[in-house]
């Protein structure tokens, strides 16, 4: 494993964890008033974000 790519990989991470506890207060009761489409997509964020994350890691190469 490449030094370079796996600080990358750490870092990844540390940014979702932090990220993570916010994301998961805005998308409680602050997003009441909004359209649900707007709530669909906000709470779909962090998921996906991951989700990208991880594809990333796994694909060949």
Do not use: C, D, K
């Amino acid at each position: 494993m490449n030094p370079v790519r796996f600080w990358f990989a750490v870092f990844a991470v540390l940014g979702l964890v932090i990220v993570a506890p916010a994301w998961m207060y805005w998308t409680g009761e602050p997003l009441q008033g909004l359209p649900v489409h707007i709530r669909f997509m906000v709470s779909l964020m962090l998921p996906m974000t991951i989700l990208l994350t991880l594809a990333s890691w796994l694909q060949s190469g």
